[in-house]
């Protein structure tokens, strides 16, 4: 298994402009998240989904947009860069269940490797 | 407010030594509390897992320790090894929050370990 993988790499944008950020995991998990992470900070849900075709708001969406049309992959879009989105951003998965009565159980949280954007 | 607390920032320890680091938490009512470990230019990657009804769980040489009641939990490296050298971030998933399950992360502790 590849796990989550994440294109590209590195990113510098100008401001304005908009690009998307690519997450693929082939564990079948139910459960993928968007964070960022600022230098020397947490790391902060943009936006997450529980399967295909449903999508919601996290901490931080504003800016952001996301689709999951398919359970593999999770697309983050930029649509007007700015330098405030200047950061690492890392898309996770994980397979999560009901519990009889503890609401949703959460299993471990698999990450990629990450996307390094400046917006210049 | 839902809050994860670690302690020190930063830490430098000489190869071979052991070293504890610390989480404390705010977040009610209490899922689980997790450990990662985040090498420099990587995504976290999952040490280990307590529930509130777990008090210790080991993962080679890393021991996570939860105290649910005063809400803190630690992570005890032994004979530690340069590669041990990362960021550890403490996670606290809360039982309610919509489907996201109120994930709230540490801002991690910088452990370097020197030869």
């Known amino acids: 298994n590849a796990g989550v993988t994440q294109t590209p790499k590195f990113r510098i944008l100008k401001i304005g402009q908009s690009m998307t950020l690519q997450c693929a995991q082939d564990?079948?998990?139910?459960?993928m998240y968007w964070y960022r992470q600022d230098p020397g900070m947490g790391l902060k849900l943009i936006y997450y989904s529980v399967g295909a075709g449903i999508t919601d708001k996290g901490e931080v969406p504003n800016g952001y947009n996301v689709s999951r049309s398919t359970t593999e992959d999770f697309p983050l879009r930029l649509e007007l860069a700015a330098p405030s989105q200047t950061s690492v951003y890392f898309c996770?998965?994980?397979?999560?269940?009901?519990?009889?009565?503890?609401?949703?159980?959460?299993?471990?949280?698999?990450f990629g490797p990450g996307t390094r954007l400046t917006v210049l | 407010k839902n809050q994860v607390e670690q302690s020190p920032q930063s830490l430098i320890i000489l190869e071979g030594k052991n070293c504890t680091l610390q989480c404390n938490y705010t977040v009610s009512p209490f899922s689980n509390l997790r450990w990662y470990k985040q090498d420099t230019g990587r995504g976290p990657v999952s040490l280990t897992i307590?529930?509130?009804?777990?008090n210790t769980k080991s993962n080679g040489r890393y021991t996570a320790t939860l105290d649910a009641d005063t809400k803190q939990s630690s992570l005890h490296i032994t004979a530690s090894q340069l590669s041990d050298s990362a960021s550890y971030i403490c996670?606290?998933?809360?039982?309610?929050?919509?489907?996201?399950?109120?994930?709230?992360f540490g801002k991690g502790t910088k452990l370097s370990v020197k030869p």
């Open positions: 996670v606290v998933s809360g039982i309610y929050g919509g489907s996201q399950g109120n994930l709230i």
């Open positions: 307590m529930t509130f009804s777990e």
């Open positions: 996770a998965s994980s397979y999560s269940t009901r519990g009889l009565t503890s609401g949703v159980r959460r299993e471990a949280q698999y």
């Open positions: 564990m079948n998990h139910n459960y």
